[in-house]
Structures are given as structure tokens and as C-alpha cells.
């Protein structure tokens, strides 16, 4: 199943399936991007990330591709687990300084809400 | 185990009142951050800190108060001046020793803040 995390925050698949959430993003000056998975009450946890001049990155089951063509941004996760159902952000550091600081403030997607199927 | 300690998970605030969130890390990062979460959205930064002894605003700052006396610790407070407080608070810390070195932020597991 797919989803664009901006306009159709959930997603529901078969345990099992792949999965793939979709985040766009709007700064062409960011080069630094970073997915979190967040359970309910929990704080988000880091799954995997990419520098700009990579297009794919793969980590446990998890792939994350990256199209500064289109600024669009996509986390695939494979056969799918119970385990996996969650909120899933995406976000961006931008290189430019902001406000007079240099420091690389992440920015954050709403999210998608993945849930699986048994 | 290195991590990052938010206490306490829930807590609650009276009309009128300060109430403070402990944020502590043994990760030995420089930066440290404070957001809020809102059901249903993005993080917001509320404030953020590159080193001890010094802070900046994040996007939302207006109502809340920080300190860096220390680098493992980074508090927040929620003031009276911030009239609607309920929210998920979340503390983050990152590396960042040269300001341009693209590390992840690592979390807390939140406190929750309510009205009474």
C-alpha cells in the first residue's frame, strides 16, 4: 500500500505486504533527511536517514528513497509486522542558516498512522 | 544504557501555576531541544540549545522558559503565561559539535501535560 503523508495520513496493510509512505517536502536548500517511527505515548525513534547526495539508503527492512527532482521523499518498509503499526514521520534539516543560527533545525512532516493487518 | 530521561510522564497544572519538565541525557550531546506535539501533528520546536549557558526560540517559545545550567540537563517551564499548555512534550538531543554535521536527534518518551 502507498500513502502521501501530507494528504492521507493513514495507512492500512496486510501483515506481511510492503509498505510505502510518501512524504513531500518544499526546501530545496534542505540535505538532510530523517525517518521516525513514533508508538502511542512514546517518543519517536529513529529508523534510518539519508544525505542528499544518496538517492536510496536500505537498513533492516527498511528502504528510504530520495528524489530532490520532485523533493519527494519515501520510506519502504518490507513484509510488513504487527510490530510495525505506528506513526511514521519524515523530516528535513535545512543547510541555510535561520534567524542568524547555523544550526540544522529539523522540520516535520504530520505524519502517516500505518496499521497492520493480521 | 545512554538515552535520554523525560519525568515525569504525566503531569498536571492548575490555573495560574508554573509547572517544570525535567529533560536529562548521559548521551554527552551538545544540542538539546524542546517540542510540542498536538494530536495529529508535526512537532513544533519551543525551544532549542547548541551549549551550556546558552539558548534560542524555537517557533513557539512565547509562554514557556529554559535553562542550560548543565549539559545533561535542559528543563522546560510551562508558564501561566501560556494559556492553553495541554500537549505532548517531547526532549530531543543531537551531537552537533561543528553545527553542520548531519546527525539524527534521539528522544525522549515525553511528558504529557494536562488542565485541571
Known amino acids: 500500500g502507498e500513502s502521501v503523508g501530507l494528504h492521507l495520513p493513514t495507512l492500512s496493510v496486510q501483515e506481511g505486504d510492503n509498505s510505502i509512505i510518501n512524504c513531500a517536502y518544499s526546501n530545496s536548500a534542505s540535505d538532510y533527511f530523517i525517518w521516525y517511527k513514533q508508538e502511542s505515548g512514546k517518543g519517536p525513534q529513529f529508523i534510518i536517514d539519508i544525505r542528499s547526495n544518496m538517492d536510496k539508503r536500505q537498513g533492516q527492512r527498511v528502504t528510504v528513497l530520495l528524489n530532490k527532482t520532485v523533493k519527494h521523499l519515501s520510506l519502504q518498509i518490507a513484509a510488513t509486522q504487527p510490530g510495525d503499526s505506528a506513526v511514521y514521520f519524515c523530516?528535513?534539516?535545512?543547510?541555510?542558516?535561520?534567524?542568524?543560527?547555523?544550526?540544522?533545525?529539523?522540520?516535520f512532516g504530520r505524519g502517516t498512522q500505518l496499521t497492520v493487518w493480521p | 544504557d545512554g538515552g535520554i530521561t523525560q519525568s515525569p510522564k504525566y503531569l498536571f497544572r492548575k490555573e495560574g501555576q508554573n509547572v517544570t519538565l525535567s529533560c536529562e541525557q548521559n548521551l554527552n550531546h551538545d544540542a538539546m531541544y524542546w517540542y510540542r506535539q498536538d494530536p495529529g501533528q508535526g512537532l513544533r520546536l519551543i525551544y532549542y540549545s547548541q551549549i551550556v549557558n546558552d539558548f534560542q526560540k524555537g517557533d513557539i517559545a512565547e509562554g514557556y522558559s529554559v535553562s542550560r545550567e548543565k549539559k545533561e540537563s535542559f528543563p522546560l517551564t510551562v508558564t501561566s503565561a501560556q494559556k492553553n499548555p495541554t500537549a505532548f512534550y517531547l526532549c530531543a538531543s543531537s551531537i552537533d559539535r561543528d553545527r553542520v554535521s548531519n546527525q539524527p536527534q534521539h528522544f525522549g518518551d515525553g511528558t504529557r501535560l494536562s488542565i485541571l
Open positions: 523530516a528535513e534539516k535545512r543547510s541555510r542558516s535561520d534567524r542568524g543560527s547555523t544550526l540544522g533545525r529539523l522540520y
